[in-house]
């Protein structure tokens, strides 16, 4: 299976960290969304420990939200001497619900409200990420208000598109998040930033793509935004002292896919910033990343109860679950890859190939396609591997289709992070 953690227990049942998945499916409903604490722990402690192996610890590993967000993985990640990366109110909002450390937040965002910079400037967080020369504006009028001054990073395009497994360097300037390097856009907000009396400019950002496999594209993008922070100085005498270079680590969804190591890449990232940071004589800065699926990782799942098994002869298989696009649309939205497993048979060969579609009403509703599985009955526990990222996160109620409960799993223990929605839930603000 994709990940160590997953195992197979003396009855033939599936486990997730030692915890027999159809045990949890049987205790608390399908479908049902399974996360390894342990992992999660583990992932949190690989990219402190290589920050600190390669960079004296010289800022912050900083947990972007939007891979899965609720009270408990900010918990987590608190005690965890996590940062956090919020993109909106709402994340925010949890974050503060559980009393996370103001000064450990970034506050993303193409097109924040005045109702989130408020509150932003409201709660004291440590650093808002602005996007557009509007927005920088419009903070600076709030904060003045306010009476404070807000620390501040730019959004930076730096012309690096590491979307796919090889990456390209590219102009890269058709993207709605930040301003281009290339253009001079980036310098030139940089500038108009530093003449604002409520803000202070801390330092640049940039995130150059998901799911990433390969290590340069990182070590380049810490290379290029060191050169602009430079070129910044020279114009204005200013030394900014922070870089934010994203996230996008990627997993492994299948067999096949062959990760790169994190620590690998904060070597090399590191050592580009070095040799950068030497040769144009400017002092290091303060490194943050922003990893969320590599947090969240692949030692999760997604539980569900097979309905029906329908056989279209000479067309398909279609093996029908209890969930669907609503608690997983990464299949519909991006074809995404997964590995499944019918839980309660997880011993047996793999030898049945169908495509698993959930219940809404709607043709794409399909999690996988020609997928290899063991042979699916009705009534069997089907796992649907490594959707702890981007899952609950994207989920939606389509069909009013309740959002499912969430588990977290620690050294075999599971228990309750989240409830499932219920109908009443689903009718609460309905008037
Ligand atoms: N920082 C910024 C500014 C980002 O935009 C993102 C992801 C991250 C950090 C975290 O990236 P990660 O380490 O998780 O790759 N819904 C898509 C993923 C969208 C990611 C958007 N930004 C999916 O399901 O694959």
């Known amino acids: 299976m994709i990940h160590a953690s997953f195992g197979v227990n003396e009855v033939g049942n599936?486990?997730?960290?030692?915890?027999?998945?159809?045990?949890?499916?049987?205790?608390?409903?399908?479908?049902?969304?399974?996360?390894?604490?342990?992992?999660?722990?583990?992932?949190?402690?690989?990219?402190?420990?290589?920050?600190?192996?390669?960079?004296?610890?010289?800022?912050?590993?900083?947990?972007a939200s939007k891979a899965f967000c609720c009270k408990e993985m900010y918990r987590i990640m608190k005690e965890e001497s996590m940062?956090?990366?919020?993109?909106?109110?709402?994340?925010?909002?949890?974050?503060?619900?559980?009393?996370?450390?103001?000064?450990?937040?970034?506050?993303?965002?193409?097109?924040?409200?005045?109702?989130?910079?408020?509150?932003?400037?409201?709660?004291?967080?440590?650093h808002i990420v602005v996007d557009n020369l509007e927005e920088m504006h419009r903070l600076n009028d709030f904060a003045s208000a306010a009476n404070r001054v807000m620390h501040i990073f730019l959004r930076v395009k730096p012309g690096i598109d590491a979307h796919t497994h090889s990456f390209i360097r590219t102009g890269q300037i058709d993207s709605k998040f930040g301003f281009a390097l290339e253009t001079g856009e980036a310098m030139a907000a940089a500038k108009e930033a530093l003449s604002l009396s409520h803000l202070s400019l801390d330092g640049l950002h940039c995130h150059i793509g998901s799911q990433i496999f390969d290590t340069e594209p990182f070590a380049l993008a810490a290379d290029v935004m060191l050169r602009l922070m430079d070129k910044l100085r020279a114009e204005t005498g200013v030394t900014l002292e922070g870089l934010n270079l994203g996230g996008g680590f990627g997993i492994r969804y299948q067999e096949s896919d062959r990760p790169g190591v994190y620590r690998d890449s904060i070597e090399i990232m590191a050592a580009a910033l070095r040799a950068a940071a030497k040769e144009l004589d400017f002092p290091l800065p303060k490194l943050y990343l922003e990893p969320g699926r590599s947090i969240v990782g692949a030692a999760s799942a997604t539980l569900y109860k097979v309905g029906s098994v329908k056989e279209i002869p000479g067309i398909r298989t279609y093996v029908a679950v209890d969930g669907g696009m609503t608690d997983n649309p990464r299949y519909a939205l991006y074809q995404a890859p997964y590995e499944i497993v019918i839980a309660n048979k997880?011993?047996?060969?793999?030898?049945?190939?169908?495509?698993?579609?959930?219940?809404?009403c709607e043709s794409g509703d399909l999690i996988q396609e020609n997928a290899a599985m063991q042979h699916a009955e009705p009534g069997d526990t089907l796992a649907v591997l490594a959707t702890g990222p981007y899952n609950d996160?994207?989920?939606?109620?389509?069909?009013?289709?309740?959002?499912?409960?969430?588990?977290?799993i620690r050294?075999?223990?599971?228990?309750?992070?989240?409830?499932r929605e219920s109908y009443e839930d689903l009718v609460k603000n309905d008037l």
């Open 14 to 63: 599936l486990t997730l960290n030692g915890a027999d998945t159809v045990e949890l499916a049987k205790q608390y409903g399908t479908p049902l969304y399974v996360f390894s604490e342990d992992d999660i722990r583990e992932n949190c402690r690989h990219f402190v420990e290589a920050l600190g192996a390669f960079y004296d610890g010289n800022g912050q590993i900083l947990y």
């Open 83 to 126: 940062g956090i990366d919020v993109v909106s109110g709402g994340e925010l909002y949890t974050a503060l619900s559980v009393d996370f450390p103001v000064e450990r937040i970034f506050f993303h965002g193409n097109n924040k409200t005045d109702a989130e910079l408020k509150l932003a400037i409201q709660a004291g967080v440590g």
């Open 346 to 360: 997880a011993r047996e060969e793999r030898d049945f190939v169908a495509t698993v579609a959930g219940k809404c």
């Open 393 to 408: 996160s994207m989920a939606s109620n389509y069909n009013r289709i309740p959002r499912p409960a969430a588990v977290m």
């Open 411 to 419: 050294s075999g223990n599971a228990r309750l992070i989240r409830r």
